[in-house]
């Protein structure tokens, strides 16, 4: 007999099973207030087997019930809510049990029907959260945790999530103190109660809770507060100098100039120092999830340069991606897909306004900030063979695509290049904008005017692509509509913002200070311009640039190099060898090991080391310091 086609399989289960669970069809959101109010405790306590406990009580009707798990989570762009580390789910009902069915066609739903005289459900089930980072996100350690609500909440199907009321109660480890955009109504002990909000506006509303916590006020004296609530692997690591703060509370003022209003009643940014939790960053309406290395603060002069931007890059979202929002991304629930094409204006805008108030806020000193604007047009210079087939609006469907799963050839694939792709695209228009004024307008009059709206007013206002046309058209009158699209749409790298800008790329033997602090912080070798590849501490090579010397001569990623020219691989002397071969008379012999297979290989490569930098171009108007520059 043969096997079915494996296409096939979900089709053949929904058709074996009974006729309603099979061809149930979840009813379409509507605008209209759920009757009741959900209840949700959530028990964080198990941090040694790192387990959530959720229950819920739920208000009901007699008769057929969807129930919803988070599938689309917004920041991550894509349908990635973990269902697969959902486990125990029991459904009862004045105390007995309920059955209940899981869509084969919808994993994400869970059908039922309510008995009659049932008038609320109690849900009880566990989030398994990773115990590895093999196997995501590691969301709990002994000293601290990530409560992400999505991973802890059913929903009813039908309604719009703001028309859903849920009041949620969160029981910490004994001692820890927690951050959150949410208003605590009571603590009893360990035990947190907050206010009932609107479903959406618990999902957006994460907490980040620890032994070691401190809150930090960023805007003193202000109504509206901007707090920093840092958790930490050690007390020691909680330590910021006044001037440190300082940097931080320039960050707040810089992001009020340039956008003039602030869309939120308060803001807190959830800032994790870990080594062991999973550092991550994404946003939300009132806050933000921040996880970077332990030593933010204890190593200021050091590695810790390279994650600065994250704060202000997650800030902006407020604005971008949160208030004004693509209209493609304002989906009534948890579960409808969403339309990213508009990620160059969310992320890549975003990603620009990152760089340029962690430049005005003084985190980056001018030659950093020119520095890490370096690396990203180099990439787009010479890493970026993939933009020969792909356009940076093909990339806003990667997180769809691709999940955010690691790709053997990134050069050659791309992986989300609206992000710094579209930094490129909207530096190219900052300095048109500069040009067509005669320098007497700029892109910041443009965020000024597109996301203005009334201070506290957080509810999202979306926008289409013509919208952002027509905002910049009240900046500079011109075919905005045809320099967006020839930018996103091309199979070319957008370069030609940083020559307006009146600055161009060129290359040393010698990295930049930014570059050290990259490779200290992340512990590899860079030789991405010169033999194409990045060899980490122990030898694997992470990266192979398609097309590169590194990629002509044989070499993969996943390879581990053995040997240089007949001596024990390092990093040192790989660079060494490079150098060396520039005259010609000296080659680049490497054994390299890939899987079993042990080779030796030969580069002919003479270029020597190239490290990105940035030159002025004489006689143009340096207009990248003056976006750089404080207001």
């Known amino acids: 007999m043969s096997r079915p086609s494996l296409a096939l399989l979900p089709l053949l289960i929904a058709a074996a099973l009974p006729w309603p669970a099979a061809n149930a069809q979840t009813a379409a959101p509507r605008d209209t207030p759920y009757p009741g109010t959900l209840q949700l405790e959530v028990d964080a306590t198990d941090i040694a087997r790192r387990v959530l406990h959720a229950r819920q009580r739920i208000p009901v009707q007699a008769g057929p019930l969807t129930l919803l798990f988070p599938q689309w989570i917004q920041g991550n762009h894509s349908p990635t809510g973990p269902i697969d580390k959902l486990a125990g789910l029991r459904i009862r009902g004045n105390g007995r049990p309920i059955e209940w069915s899981r869509d084969p066609l919808d994993v994400y739903a869970f059908r039922l029907d309510v008995p009659e005289g049932v008038s609320e459900l109690e849900l009880s089930f566990d989030m398994l959260t990773p115990t590895g980072n093999n196997q995501g996100r590691v969301v709990m350690t002994p000293d601290m945790l990530n409560v992400q609500w999505n991973q802890v909440a059913l929903y009813p199907a039908g309604y719009y999530a703001r028309g859903i009321q849920i009041a949620p109660t969160l029981k910490l480890p004994a001692g820890w103190q927690a951050g ?192 890490a604007l370096a690396m990203v047009v180099a990439r787009y210079a010479e890493d970026r063979p993939g933009l020969a087939w792909r356009s940076i609006q093909d990339t806003t469907l990667d997180p769809v695509i691709a999940m955010r799963r690691p790709k053997s050839y990134q050069s050659y694939q791309l992986s989300e290049d609206y992000y710094s792709g579209g930094q490129l695209v909207w530096l190219a228009v900052d300095a048109k904008l500069r040009a067509l004024s005669g320098e007497k307008r700029s892109l910041d009059d443009f965020a000024r005017g597109f996301f203005a709206g009334e201070n ?176």
């Open 456 to 631: 506290g007013d957080y509810q999202v206002k979306p926008y289409q692509f013509d919208d952002v046309v027509a905002a910049l058209n009240k900046v500079a009158a011109f075919d905005w509509a045809g320099f967006l699209r020839e930018r996103i749409g091309a199979q070319a790298a957008p370069l030609d913002g940083l020559a307006a800008s009146g600055w161009k790329l060129s290359f040393s033997d010698t990295p930049s200070e930014f570059l050290k602090f990259a490779e200290a912080d992340r512990k590899y070798t860079d030789l991405t311009y010169s033999l194409g590849l990045n060899l980490t501490g122990e030898g694997n090579i992470n990266a192979v640039r398609w097309d590169g010397p590194a990629f002509n001569a044989g070499i993969a990623p996943g390879s581990t190099l053995i040997a240089v020219n007949g001596y024990a691989a390092n990093g040192e002397r790989l660079k060494d060898a490079v150098t060396a071969a520039k005259d010609g008379q000296h080659p680049i012999e490497l054994i390299v090991k890939n899987a079993d297979v042990f080779k030796t290989l030969r580069i002919d490569y003479r270029g020597g080391l190239r490290y990105p930098k940035l030159e002025r171009i004489d006689g143009t108007p340096d207009r990248l310091s003056k976006i750089f520059a404080p207001k």
């Open 180 to 371: 959150t955009a949410l208003e605590v109504e009571s603590r009893q002990g360990d035990t947190l109660r907050y206010r009932t909000v609107p479903f959406d506006t618990l999902l957006d509303s994460p907490v980040y809770a620890g032994r070691h916590y401190k809150q930090i006020d960023l805007d003193p004296g202000a109504k509206t507060p901007v707090r920093l609530n840092v958790i930490a692997d050690a007390p020691k690591f909680l330590e910021a100098k006044p001037e440190q703060i300082a940097l931080h509370r320039e960050l707040v003022k810089q992001a009020y100039k340039l956008f003039g209003t602030h869309p939120y009643d308060h803001y807190d940014f959830l800032f994790s120092l870990s080594a062991q939790m999973s550092g991550n960053g994404l946003e939300h309406h009132r806050s933000s999830e921040n996880g970077v290395d332990p030593d933010y603060f204890t190593g200021w002069d050091g590695a810790s340069v390279i994650g600065r931007d994250l704060l202000a890059h997650e800030f902006v979202h407020s604005w971008n991606g949160k208030y004004r929002r693509p209209a493609g991304i304002t989906a009534s629930n948890f579960n409808q897909p969403l339309s990213d094409g508009l990620l160059w204006v969310y992320e890549g805008q975003t990603q620009y306004w990152g760089y340029v108030l962690t430049a005005r806020a003084g985190l980056w000193k001018p030659e950093l900030a020119r520095d």
